[in-house]
C-alpha cells in the first residue's frame, strides 16, 4: 500500500522517494497539509515562482473542467525536464479522482502531481485510488501531539536566535495544536513581541496569551471587525483600564485577521462564497460568530486585509520601542482598521 503512518510523514518529506510522481497530502489539519506540501514542492528543485515550472490549480477547477489535470500532465515542459502540477483544497471530487487513476495506469515522465486535500475517508475516492498505486504516496496530516509542537517551538526559535525558559515553553505548550500554521503564527507573534531579547519567559507568553480582561479585548476586536468604531473604544478602554496589555488586543487581531486572510483566500481562487467558506473553515468558527466572519469576509479583499496586517506588525514594534506609549499607539493602529472596516462596509 502505497501510504505512510502519521509519524512517518516528516522522514518520508526528508527524503522522498524520486519513484514517486503522485503525491497526495490530506487531514483535518489543514495548516500542517500547507507546511508538508510547500516542503515536498521545494525537494522537487523546481523555481517554484516560474509559471512555466509550476502550475497551480484548485481541486474546484479540476473538478470543472474534467481531463484538466491529465491534459496538464501530457503536455511536454518547454523551458525544464519536468513540471510541478499543485492541486490545492481537494476534497472528494470525482474528476479529479478519475484524472488521478488514469495517471497511476499511464505514468507521465514530466510531471510531478501534488494534490493538498481535507480529510478523506479510507478506501473511497482519490484517497482510495492514491494507496491502490505504485507510484503515488498518501500522506496523512492530523493535529500536532506534544512532541510535534515542541519541534516547532524549537524551529522558530532556532530561526529568531533565541531560547525559553521551561516554564514559558509549558505555558506556550498548552495554547497550540489543531493547526500547525496557526501554532506557528502564534510562535511568530510571541518572537516577534519579545524582539530584541535573547530569552522569551513566562511573563512574555502570559503577555501574549493571557486571560486578563478577556472579554473585554474579544469586544474590542469583534468591534472593529464590524467597523463599529465608538463600541471598539469604549472596549479597548475598558481593556486597557482593567490591567489588560495593549498587545493581547493586537495579538488577537493579528490572529483573526491572519484566519480571515487565509478564508478569503479561498474564496478568491475557488470561486466560493462567504458562507461555505466559513462552514468547512478548521480549525471551526464558533457558531456564535460566523455572521460576523462572513461580513468580514465580504467587506474585506486579500489586498485590503495585507494592509490592515502590515499596519499591526507595525505597531506591535512600535509599542516594543516605546512601551511608554504603547497605548496610545495601539489604539491608532486599531482605530485605523476599525475605521476602514466601517468604510469598506458602505460600498
Not at 108 to 123: M, Q
Not at 291 to 310: D, H, P
Request: glycine share 8%; hydrophobic share 40%.
Amino acid at each position: 500500500m502505497a501510504q505512510k503512518k502519521a509519524y512517518e510523514v516528516d522522514g518520508w518529506l526528508a527524503r522522498p522517494d524520486p519513484r514517486i510522481s503522485i503525491v497526495l497530502l490530506y487531514g483535518p489539519d489543514r495548516g500542517l497539509v500547507s507546511e508538508r506540501a510547500k516542503a515536498f514542492a521545494g525537494k522537487t528543485g523546481l523555481p517554484l515562482d516560474d509559471p512555466f515550472s509550476v502550475v497551480r490549480l484548485e481541486g474546484s477547477e479540476v473538478d470543472r473542467d474534467e481531463g484538466r489535470l491529465l491534459d496538464e500532465a501530457r503536455t511536454v515542459p518547454m523551458f525544464s525536464d519536468r513540471r510541478l502540477l499543485w492541486v490545492r483544497n481537494a476534497s472528494g471530487q470525482k474528476a479529479l479522482a478519475d484524472d488521478v487513476k488514469a495517471l497511476t495506469a499511464e505514468p507521465v515522465r514530466d510531471a510531478i502531481i501534488l494534490i493538498e486535500a481535507g480529510d478523506l475517508k479510507k478506501g473511497v475516492g482519490l484517497r482510495a485510488v492514491v494507496e491502490g498505486a505504485d507510484n503515488a504516496m498518501a500522506l496523512p496530516c492530523y493535529a500536532d501531539e506534544a512532541r510535534d509542537i515542541d519541534t516547532v517551538i524549537d524551529d522558530e526559535l532556532r530561526k529568531a536566535g533565541m531560547s525559553m525558559t521551561l516554564e514559558a515553553r509549558q505555558a506556550l505548550r498548552r495554547n497550540l495544536g489543531g493547526d500547525r500554521l496557526a501554532s506557528r503564527g502564534e510562535i511568530e507573534k510571541l518572537v516577534l513581541y519579545a524582539h530584541g531579547q535573547k530569552e522569551i519567559g513566562l511573563e512574555e507568553v502570559r503577555a501574549m496569551s493571557g486571560d486578563v480582561s478577556g472579554v473585554s479585548y474579544d469586544d474590542a476586536v469583534d468591534a472593529l471587525l464590524e467597523g463599529k468604531v465608538g463600541d471598539f473604544d469604549t472596549a479597548f478602554t475598558r481593556h486597557c483600564q482593567g490591567g489588560g496589555q495593549p498587545f493581547q488586543v493586537l495579538s488577537s487581531a493579528m490572529r483573526q485577521l491572519q484566519q480571515i486572510q487565509v478564508m478569503r483566500g479561498q474564496m478568491e481562487t475557488g470561486g466560493r462564497n462567504a458562507a461555505s467558506v466559513v462552514a468547512a473553515a478548521r480549525p471551526p468558527v464558533f457558531f456564535s460568530r460566523r455572521k460576523l466572519v462572513e461580513k468580514t469576509l465580504e467587506r474585506w479583499n486579500s489586498e485590503a486585509l495585507g494592509r490592515a496586517l502590515t499596519r499591526l506588525h507595525q505597531a506591535v514594534l512600535q509599542t516594543r520601542r516605546r512601551p511608554d506609549l504603547s497605548v496610545a499607539l495601539a489604539r491608532q493602529a486599531l482605530l485605523g482598521i476599525a475605521v476602514e472596516s466601517a468604510r469598506l462596509g458602505q460600498r
